[in-house]
């Protein structure tokens, strides 16, 4: 089986790093080939542009594809959603310079804009009453309203500082993007699905802990009411008298408070780790 992933770019690094802890690191190969095995003998990397995985995987050259949502709209093939990784988060927005009069879409009317995803901005402008003309741009998208190219943009945006050096201003937001798994339709196989839940298993453990801890067994509820845990927490007897062992998964933007709250009920020995991947 093949997964299609970036060969470059900002999201290349991070969707290497998420398959290595997934447990499918990518084999050593040399520098520029297609084609990389994975420590399952059974799945193989293919790296290509971002923007040219969605024709991969709906060709078939690929059953599974790695890219942002924004590639996959442009380029207007079905795929199937299967999962959204959290990284490569940006907004495709509408923008014009802050010096114009243009405050909403309707003052586009007659008007040109610039873009380099002209299928999304035509399918943007047909929820709508207003018709520009879209001229399709590869690169420098924020300057062709200075040069008089374009009355207004549609064009990516992560924290705007852009959008902001060079004057212009969001009039509307067109799509909020993130990096996804993709699949072919009707891609069933046994090992697509367990990548999914590789994948899936290191995202559910991403800002989470695991915690460990003694406490007194008369006093369990009152230490369940402070960490309910995963479907509530795992109890084992230890050999101790009244004692037991408590482990549970919590939000590690929780874990001070829960340790302040739990030693209050009488926990000791608390231990606090690191998760690596949690399939629930």
Wanted: with cysteine; aromatic share 4%; charged share 30%.
């Amino acid at each position: 089986m093949r997964i299609a992933v970036p060969n470059k770019g900002r999201l290349h690094d991070p969707t290497v790093d998420l398959l290595d802890r997934a447990g499918l690191s990518i084999e050593p190969t040399a520098d520029r080939q297609l084609y990389a095995d994975t420590v399952d003998p059974d799945i193989t990397v293919l790296f290509a542009r971002a923007a040219d995985i969605p024709e991969y995987v709906a060709d078939g050259a690929a059953d599974l594809g790695i890219t942002g949502l924004d590639q996959v709209r442009e380029s207007g093939v079905d795929l199937e959603d299967r999962l959204d990784l959290g990284y490569g988060e940006c907004r495709l927005v509408l923008a014009a310079p802050e010096e114009d009069d243009v405050a909403s879409v309707a003052d586009l009317a007659g008007k040109t804009v610039a873009t380099e995803f002209p299928r999304i901005a035509r399918e943007y402008f047909a929820e709508t009453t207003v018709d520009p003309d879209i001229v399709e741009v590869s690169g420098a998208t924020e300057l062709t309203p200075h040069v008089e190219m374009a009355d207004a943009i549609i064009d990516i945006t992560s924290t705007g500082t852009t959008l902001r050096v060079n004057r212009l201003e969001i009039v509307d937001e067109v799509l909020a993007s993130s990096v996804r798994l993709f699949a072919r339709p009707g891609v069933e196989s046994e090992k697509a699905s367990q990548v999914e839940t590789a994948l899936d298993s290191v995202i559910a453990a991403e800002d989470k802990r695991y915690l460990m801890l003694n406490a007194p067994a008369d006093r369990l509820d009152d230490i369940e009411d402070v960490i309910p845990g995963l479907g509530g927490p795992t109890v084992l007897d230890v050999d101790e008298p009244n004692t037991v062992a408590v482990h549970a998964v919590v939000p590690e933007r929780e874990v001070f408070q829960t340790i302040t709250d739990l030693k209050e009920k009488g926990a000791s020995d608390v231990l606090v780790t690191e998760i690596e991947r949690l399939v629930e």
